[in-house]
């Protein structure tokens, strides 16, 4: 099993909708959970981390963390074409003693269409 | 310096030769890390600094690859006896502590073995 998986797509969603990106992870000592974008050609950015349980919104991305699940999705509100792009999670990878390792996922690529 | 530095952008060797990359992290930024993203795939992680503690080196794929970091300030990856499946995009990280709030990407060492 790999630690942080996540559904490479790609996710076709029209412009507007919203889109639902998700992933899991099996280290149940993982203590934060990161949300990357990356155009293809470009490094990876980062967009949004959370550490607690619940949601994290930060304009039109909202983070939702589910630890007893082991689950953690980002939900991008109006989508646009400009945000197509391949998104990683990432998470911790240190357990619970939280280094500052992350251990990425494959990505889910994301099309928005006009 | 303003973002993470990583030199050359793009390297073709031929099968064999050794190779030095080069980053530079942000300025005060204690902790470095090493990935490695082959075409169409997540980062794989290969080395991680921390301030003067001992590298995490457990990602590196082969005794072929070592790193070295002087202080909190540029590190060298290298590749010896360069094959054609260390062909990939090589990407440096940097980040304040133990990236409690993520890592900054710098634009990444294109390397091409023929």
């Known amino acids: 099993q790999k630690e942080v998986e996540q559904n490479s797509g790609p996710l076709s969603v029209p412009e507007g909708a919203i889109a639902s990106l998700n992933c899991t992870y099996s280290d149940r000592g993982s203590q934060s959970f990161f949300w990357y974008r990356q155009y293809s050609g470009k490094s990876p950015e980062l967009i949004m981390f959370i550490y607690s349980n619940g949601d994290k919104e930060d304009g039109r991305f909202t983070a939702q963390l589910n630890k007893a699940s082991q689950y953690v999705s980002l939900l991008i509100r109006d989508s646009q074409p400009s945000d197509s792009a391949t998104y990683l999670c990432?998470?911790?990878?240190?357990?619970?003693?939280?280094?500052?390792?992350?251990?990425f996922g494959q990505g889910t690529t994301l099309q928005v269409k006009p | 310096g303003a973002g993470v530095s990583q030199s050359p952008s793009n390297k073709v060797t031929e099968k064999g030769k050794d190779v030095e990359l080069r980053c530079d992290p942000i300025?005060?930024?204690?902790?470095l890390y090493w990935y490695r993203q082959r075409l169409g795939q997540g980062l794989e992680f290969l080395i991680y600094f921390q301030g003067n503690s001992a590298p995490d080196k457990s990602g590196l794929p082969s005794d072929r690859f070592s790193a070295e970091r002087t202080g909190e300030s540029v590190s060298t990856l290298t590749i010896q006896r360069t094959q054609q499946e260390d062909s990939a995009v090589y990407l440096c990280?940097?980040?304040?502590?133990?990236?409690?709030?993520?890592?900054?990407f710098g634009s990444g060492t294109r390397l091409t073995v023929v």
């Open positions: 300025s005060g930024h204690t902790a």
């Open positions: 990432a998470v911790n990878g240190g357990g619970s003693s939280n280094t500052g390792k992350l251990i």
């Open positions: 990280a940097s980040s304040p502590d133990d990236a409690n709030y993520g890592y900054t």
